[in-house]
């Protein structure tokens, strides 16, 4: 699943929940464009299309309050 198709899920399903990329223990400013300049990293280190989708629905009912964290390692609830 690329990150672009991450994005679409999200706005398809209308979700306002906050999610943030990490790669090597940094921030990804730009979730779009690290990916699209460094092909296969999405599918090679980040968790499943399926684990993104699952752990995204059951994230939504946390919306309001905390936000979903994505890294190599995983995902991480983390409080607004």
Known sequence: MSIS???????RKQIPLVIEYFFEGEKI????????????VFELFFPSDEEIVDMINQKVLYYQTHKLVISEYGFYLIYL
């Open 29 to 40: 400013a730009d979730p779009a464009t690290f990916f699209e300049k460094n092909p296969g």
């Open 5 to 11: 198709t991450v994005f679409g899920y999200i706005q």
